[in-house]
């Protein structure tokens, strides 16, 4: 595996919270640079938004894809243009503040499902990404969670999750039924744990029952519960 690549003009931002927001990654870490698995995602990309955060890490968040992102985003730039995984100013920025506020700034790595922006007809539409493009990007996944081992993988949002599972040779019927549900994946040697994608997360939360203070409580605690069991045994909440 790669060293990570530094990035000089990184910085910490700010989005006028009164929760300090975590600062912006400088590095990255890189498994195939010039990865061309997925031509028409190669063509369009800026950069390979590869993970970021420590290889130690406890807890992976893996996220579906790329956002747009903007490029004179000034601070906190986001999405395909930074190359930095979970880095667009609304996604990015909430997804790392709650695990922040859980006690995980410095120990939570950051991916995606699919490294490249997922661009359609439109340039600067997000779309989902494939079932092949899923596929085709999974070794990446797997690498990352080799070299890093964590105690438990967030998996924010269907895609993710399906990405995940697929590693497992599993299927996901539904999504919502899922959610905060901790499942173990035997192949994997970790916790699997889906979380709404922070994108969809105030149109959500209210339906599986919870206000934004204990559905954040609830992921600090099924986290928590993982971290101190192993697969024979129950991490439910």
Known sequence: MSPSNSDPNAAGASDGDSTRAPAFPTTRNVIEPDCDRCPALAAC????????????ATVVVVGEAPGYGTPDADRWRGGNWTGKAYTSRHSGRRIRRMLAQLGYDETAYYTNAVKCFPASEEPTSNREPTADERETCRDHLLAELEAIDPDVVLATGKHATKTVLAAEGRGLEGFLEHVLEPTWCDRLDVWLVPILHPSYQDVWIGRLGYEPEGYLEAIGEILENCRETTGGDSAGH
């Open 45 to 56: 990309r800026e950069r390979i938004s590869w993970g970021t955060g420590p290889l130690e």
